[in-house]
């Protein structure tokens, strides 16, 4: 936990105070995805804990990973699966990072995949951040943007994925390792001897990073990574999040997609009437040039040059 910086709240609070406010929106009898992380335990033990007042009854959650499981199990939560509830009623979960168009990276505590899939399967799925998880871009923190790979051939599969950022300048790629700290920076060789860090799928997982972020089309970005034989998913949360829920220093900031949605169709509606108005003016001009045409056909046709102009065609 962190020291309260200049007596506010330290990073820690801030991540309760995300959990719990998503944790307002949990009704008795729903479906949950539960997350994985520093800030998802916050939620996790918020649940048990309206279970064992009675505020909360007959909910039942999928773990995001094994870690979740245990983590839930302890907070008294009663588990499910993605078999026997394919539909899940709310996810809340914790993101690496948060672009403005409420993207995501996740992963960087190698949950990837079960992430994505519970989070995939949710009517909603609220991400709980502080504010320091928010990026300009994906990759701009410099941390890792996480690709899970199958270990058979997993040297192949990061040579490919090396080529595939090929010149992208400040990119760099490694393993991540049992003694690689899950936040790790890209350039600490120090544990480069260790044993492969295994996922709960008993996956490998190789660590991308961008010095200045990812820049370009994402979706474009995904599909080339997926394509790589030996990759199964990468931590890229692409337009999953229904709402980001941020805990500030100067208070709680909740953003949701469909809003956004609403607000940027709005501006798009705005752009494509100007768009509209421009070319109403623009029909005026090409009728006015119309006219003009004829005009100046007929003072060309008297001066004797249509007749060149014709020759020439
Ligand atoms: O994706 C995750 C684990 O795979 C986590 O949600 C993510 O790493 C955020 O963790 P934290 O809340 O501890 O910062």
């Given at each position: ?25 949990v009704r008795?009898g729903m479906v949950l995805g ?51 509830h394919?539909v899940v009623d709310l996810s ?30 949710s009517r909603r ?189």
């Amino acid at each position: 936990m962190l020291a309260p910086q200049g007596g506010g709240p330290s990073q820690d609070e801030l991540k309760r105070v995300a959990a719990h406010r998503a944790v307002e929106l949990v009704r008795s009898g729903m479906v949950l995805g539960l997350g994985t992380g520093s800030t998802a335990v916050h939620a996790l033990d918020r649940i048990g804990a309206l279970l064992r007042t009675g505020h909360l009854r007959d909910v039942v959650g999928i773990p995001t990973s094994e870690w979740a499981a245990a983590s839930a199990a302890a907070a008294g939560i009663p588990l499910t699966d993605l078999n026997t509830h394919p539909v899940v009623d709310l996810s809340i979960d914790g993101a690496d990072e948060v672009d403005p168009a409420l993207n995501l990276v996740k992963g960087r505590g190698g949950s990837l995949l079960r992430e994505k899939m519970v989070e995939g399967a949710s009517r909603r799925f609220v991400v709980i951040v502080d504010e320091s998880k928010l990026v300009p871009r994906l990759g701009a923190s410099g941390l890792a943007v996480p690709v899970e790979v199958i270990p058979f051939g997993w040297s192949l599969t990061l040579r490919r994925l090396r080529t595939l950022f090929d010149g992208v300048p400040g990119f760099n790629i490694k393993l991540r390792t049992a003694a690689t700290n899950a936040k790790a920076s890209a350039f600490d060789e120090s544990e480069s001897k260790s044993e492969p860090f295994v996922t709960d799928n008993k996956n490998y997982i190789v660590d991308l990073f961008f010095e200045d972020g990812i820049h370009g089309d994402l979706n474009l970005i995904s599909d080339e990574i997926l394509r790589i034989t030996g990759v199964i998913e990468h931590g890229m949360f692409l337009g999953l999040a229904s709402s980001v829920i941020i805990a500030r220093k100067d208070g709680v900031v909740v953003v949701d997609k469909a809003a956004k949605q609403g607000s940027e169709e709005e501006a798009d509606k705005k752009r494509r009437d100007g768009r509209g108005e421009e070319m109403r003016k623009g029909k005026e001009n090409w009728k006015e040039k119309k006219e003009y045409v004829p005009r100046k056909k007929k003072e060309r046709k008297e001066k004797g040059e249509e007749t060149i102009i014709s020759t020439l065609l």
